[in-house]
């Protein structure tokens, strides 16, 4: 529903059903309920005394900010997002989902090679998911991540640094409508 009305808005007030965006959707967020019940059953362990390994988060957070100029802050909508400069190379949301943007031909590319899903809530968009179950998929979501950093960097290189003070321009920002 979420999606139709951002869809509607788009469209000029007309709602479009797409059956198979919002069924990509739903099996987006039916994996990252999943984890975030294995997530909180993992934290009521560690509350226990238990130990346990780096969380999911925190693995890709340490290599991201290894990278040279890489930077994070608390984004929008919740999670984790970091930077390059002002251009956003992704963002986290738990350990459990990983969003990053890119221009509509890498995302093709991305998702129809496996590596990604359409974005869970704008999926007609550059933006990108990245459903993290487990500590297997790290290294895939490290691997956008770098993606994205190499594309960022090239850019800024190419502008002298000029791109770097302003954000992505060819790939939308994920907005909500307020009701």
């Known amino acids: 529903m979420c999606a139709d009305i951002i869809r509607a808005d788009m469209m000029g007030g007309q709602v479009m059903r797409r059956p198979q965006s919002l069924l990509t959707a739903l099996r987006v967020w039916l994996i990252v309920a999943r984890c975030a019940f294995l997530q909180n059953t993992v934290d009521r362990l560690r509350a226990k005394g238990a130990t346990m390994t780096m969380r999911i988060s925190e693995q890709i957070r340490d290599e991201v900010l290894s990278w040279p100029d890489a930077t994070e802050a608390p984004h929008r909508f919740g999670g984790t997002e970091f930077r390059l400069g002002k251009r956003e190379l992704g963002h986290l949301h738990g350990d459990h989902l990983a969003d990053l943007p890119f221009p509509v031909r890498v995302r093709e590319e991305l998702v129809h090679d496996g590596r990604a899903m359409p974005h869970h809530i704008l999926p007609d968009s550059g933006w990108v ?44 920002r994920p907005t909500l409508m307020k009701a």
């Open 129 to 172: 998911s990245y459903p993290i179950r487990d500590a297997a998929a790290v290294p895939g979501a490290m691997a956008l991540f770098r993606l994205a950093y190499d594309r960022a960097v090239a850019a800024r290189d190419r502008t002298g640094g000029a791109k770097d003070d302003a954000p992505t321009s060819d790939v939308p």
